[in-house]
Structures are given as C-alpha cells and as structure tokens.
Nanobody
Framework: QVQLVESGGGLVQAGGSLRLSCVAS????????MGWFRQAPGKEREFVADISWDGDNIDYLASVKGRFTISRDNAKNRVYLVMNDLKPEDTAVYYC????????????????????WGQGTQVTVSS
C-alpha cells in the first residue's frame, strides 16, 4: 500500500510561482511511475506531468510545457512540481498519483493507469 500526501498549494497572482511536493510512504517509491493531475470545478481530472522511476522519461500536458517542471528525489520519497508563470486557467486541485512499475504505462496520461492517489492540494491563480 502506498500513501501519498501533497503540499505546497495556495493562492498566487498570475505570473507567480508555486512548488508542489508529494511525499510517499512505503518502500516502493523508487520503482514507481509518478504523475501529477489536476481537476478544476466542473471539469474532468486532467493529466499534467509524469516522471519515470529514474527521471529519464518525463511527459507534460502541452499547455504547461515550458512553465512546469516535474522532478523526484528517491532518497526522500518525494516528487515535485515547480509551476512558473501561473495563469488563472491553472486553478485546480492538484493530485499526486503513483503506479508501481519501472515502465511507462501505455496510457500514462489516463488517470486509470495510476493505482494510488493523494488527497489533493488547491492551487488558485488570481488574475
């Protein structure tokens, strides 16, 4: 069983930055594929970014590429999402997700590919 806890959300003005952090329990983090998703009110959960167990494979939602950076620290069981140049449309609850595999899931942007989820952290970007 893996437990995920996100932190780092908050209220920021457009153009600002935030760093989200997700800490995982257990001994499987270092061989887990990790993802960040977000869900805005009235919308479906949306893929944001993912990272393989060794950091060699990374994917981004097109609208965040160049603004967001995902990274991980296996020694600390943590995955991060640095968000720069935030826009009001980035407002959402951000979720950390994990699936225990060395391999990138075929449908890595599909939330059904992930077995474990955090409780979410709210990010609000004001215009």
């Amino acid at each position: 069983q893996v437990q995920l806890v996100e932190s780092g959300g908050g209220l920021v003005q457009a153009g600002g930055s935030l760093r989200l952090s997700c800490v995982a329990s257990g001994r499987t983090f270092s061989r887990s594929f990790m993802g960040w998703f977000r869900q805005a009110p009235g919308k479906e959960r949306e893929f944001v970014a993912d990272i393989s167990w060794d950091g060699d494979n990374i994917d981004y939602l097109a609208s965040v590429k160049g603004r967001f950076t995902i990274s991980r620290d296996n020694a600390k069981n943590r995955v991060y999402l640095v968000m720069n140049d935030l826009k009001p449309e980035d407002t959402a609850v951000y979720y950390c997700a994990a699936t225990v595999t060395y391999f990138r899931p075929a449908s890595y942007s599909d939330y059904g590919s992930y077995n474990y989820w955090g409780q979410g952290t709210q990010v609000t970007v004001s215009s």
